[in-house]
T-cell receptor
């Protein structure tokens, strides 16, 4: 099994719909992150969590929310999806930032 | 100004060639630096950390220049399998990584 598992792998949804992306990890790390990747822009941080009770906004959190259900689970929600949220979304985990990240395989989200 | 900037390329090189590219960062207090590799539509994977004294990992050499605030990656004896996008990653503080947009390398037969 992968260290970081994201579901779904691909999703097409309509504008205005609520959608949840899920992430689970088996590395036992406390830190979890959600990034989105757009062509030419690199990865941008949406939300991060250092433990179950610690949730923080990243640089592009508007339109998103998260839930840290357990140490191993961190989900990202789009309350009302819009087309410019079409992107590749990655979940990642780390022991500390200095040890780098382990990424999930990504969720390709298309909002039509 | 972006925290991390990279030449997007693409760098198109023949097998066996040497290719090198840089990444600049804006936060002089940054402490840790990495190169990640990303294949098309897949997740980034750690290629190597970058140490102050420079370091090698097989055909890959990474350098850090703190005075000019850039890091570099050199790939010797390029293989077809080296074709990928290389992401420069900088840690400006304790809680997150800052990613460059990536440099695309294509190695041709």
């Amino acid at each position: 099994d992968a260290d970081v598992t994201q579901t779904p792998r691909n999703r097409i949804t309509k504008t205005g719909k609520r959608i949840m992306l899920e992430c689970s990890q088996t590395k036992g790390h406390d830190r979890m992150y959600w990034y989105r990747q757009d062509p030419g822009l690199g990865l941008r941080l949406i939300y991060y969590s250092f433990d179950v009770k610690d949730i923080n906004k990243g640089e592009i959190s508007d339109g998103y929310s998260v839930s840290r259900q357990a140490q191993a689970k961190f989900s990202l929600s789009l309350e009302s999806a819009i087309p410019n949220q079409t992107a590749l979304y990655f979940c990642a985990t780390s022991g500390t930032a200095n040890y780098g990240y382990t990424f999930g395989s990504g969720t390709r989200l298309t909002v039509v | 100004r972006k925290e991390v900037e990279q030449d997007p390329g693409p760098f198109n090189v023949p097998e066996g060639a040497t290719v090198a590219f840089n990444c600049t960062y804006s936060n002089s207090a940054s402490q840790s630096f990495f190169w990640y590799r990303q294949d098309c539509r897949k997740e980034p994977k750690l290629l190597m950390s970058v140490y102050s004294s420079g370091n090698e990992d097989g055909r890959f050499t990474a350098q850090l220049n703190r005075a000019s605030q850039y890091i570099s990656l050199l790939i010797r004896d390029s293989k077809l399998s080296d074709s990928a996008t290389y992401l420069c990653v900088v840690i400006p503080n304790d809680y997150k990584l800052s990613f460059g947009a990536g440099t695309t390398v294509t190695v041709r037969a």
